[in-house]
């Protein structure tokens, strides 16, 4: 994608763009392997990372850096890639139970 756009833009938003593609996929790797609240938290820093991608895009986009056929492409591979990270976080946030409240421990200890 970059080799297309103005040698200015392709170290500047291009680079961006790539870079945070990288990062993406990197915190993803991670979060397949990760367990428990960490796969949550590099869930979400993945998303963050999605969701700055959308705007390097898009801004790439407005520049007329990318061309609409392009875009389109892009934008739509990294709308499926935040539905699917972001269904990924929602399912374990539902399987992950609430941690105890500092009460709920006390009224346990005094059971025991």
Known sequence: MRRDMPREERFGVGAKIDFLFLETFETLRRATYANGKAKIDLLQQAIENIDSLRFFVQLA????????TR???????VENIGRMVGGWRKGLLSKTPAPYGAGEREELRERN
């Open 61 to 68: 986009w407005e520049l007329s850096l990318l061309t609409n």
């Open 71 to 77: 875009y389109s492409t892009l934008g739509e591979g």
